[in-house]
C-alpha cells in the first residue's frame, strides 16, 4: 500500500465521524485535537496502516496505545479548558500528550520506561509542541514539584485510587483513571471541598499501572 499525506488524512477524518463523533463524543476542543493530531506517527511503522482503526494497538512488550474512542472519551471527561494544567500518567508513544497539547495550557507527562519518554518527547518537539515537559519514573507518586493540577489523566489501570494523584488535584480539579486488575473501570473523580466525587464510566482493559516502589 502506497502511503500518502492525504491517504491518513481520509483516514483520520474517518475515524474523527465514526469513532469519535458517532459514539457521541461532542467536546468540540476533543473532536479538533483528534483531526489535528497524526497518529499513524505515534505507532509502530509495522502498524500504520491500522493506525486509525478502531482498536488499540501495541507499542512494546507491556504498552499499548488505547483505542481513540477510549482516548477521546477520558479527555471530554475531563472537561479540560485552554487554562488548565493537566497531569499525564503514562506517556507511552506520546499520542494523547500531543492531543492534550492542543487542548490545554500546560501537560506534565511522567513515564516509568525512560527509552518511551524519551522517544515521545524527541517526536513532540518534531510536531512543535512545546507546552509539554517529560519525566521519566513512578507515575504513582505523580509530580509534586510541579502540581497542583487542574486535572490528572492516567492511561494505566491503578489497583485502588492512587492517593498520591489525589492530594495532587487542585480544589475542583477532575481526574480519569482505570481502576481494577482482573476487571477494570474507567473512573472519573472530582475533588470537592465535601470529597471525592466519583463516577464510573464504564469497562476498559489497560495495562497495569506498576508501582516501582512496592511489590504490587
Known amino acids: ?3 500518502s499525506p492525504d491517504m491518513y488524512e481520509h483516514l483520520r477524518a474517518e475515524m474523527v465521524k465514526a469513532q469519535v463523533v458517532g459514539r457521541g463524543i461532542s467536546d468540540e476542543a476533543v473532536i479538533a485535537a483528534m483531526q489535528q493530531v497524526p497518529r499513524h506517527l505515534f505507532v ?6 491500522e493506525a486509525y482503526e478502531d482498536k488499540p494497538l501495541p507499542l512494546g512488550p507491556d504498552q499499548t ?3 481513540p ?9 475531563l472537561r479540560l479548558t485552554s487554562a488548565d494544567s493537566v497531569l499525564e500518567v503514562g506517556t507511552g508513544s506520546g499520542y494523547q500528550t500531543a492531543l492534550l497539547s492542543e487542548i ?7 513515564e516509568l520506561d525512560p527509552g518511551l519518554s524519551a522517544a515521545a518527547s524527541r517526536l513532540l518537539k518534531q510536531q512543535g509542541c512545546d507546552n509539554v515537559k517529560f519525566r521519566s519514573g513512578n507515575g504513582w507518586r505523580g509530580w509534586v514539584e510541579q502540581g497542583p493540577f487542574d486535572a490528572i489523566i492516567v492511561s494505566a489501570a491503578a489497583f485502588e485510587i492512587p492517593r498520591d494523584l489525589v492530594k495532587q488535584l487542585k480544589m475542583g480539579g477532575r481526574m480519569v483513571v482505570p481502576i481494577g486488575e482482573q ?3 474507567l473512573v472519573f473523580l472530582e475533588k470537592t471541598e465535601q470529597g471525592l466525587i466519583s463516577q464510573e464510566l464504564g469497562a476498559v482493559r489497560f495495562v497495569p499501572l506498576k508501582d516501582e516502589d512496592s511489590h504490587h
Request: with cysteine; charged share 15%; glycine share 4%.
Open 65 to 67: 496505545i488505547s483505542q
Open 44 to 49: 509502530p511503522e509495522h502498524l500504520r496502516a
Open 183 to 185: 476487571s477494570q473501570c
Open 69 to 77: 474512542y477510549i482516548v477521546a472519551l477520558m479527555l471530554e471527561t
Open 1 to 3: 500500500m502506497t502511503e
Open 104 to 110: 490545554v495550557g500546560q501537560v506534565y507527562s511522567i
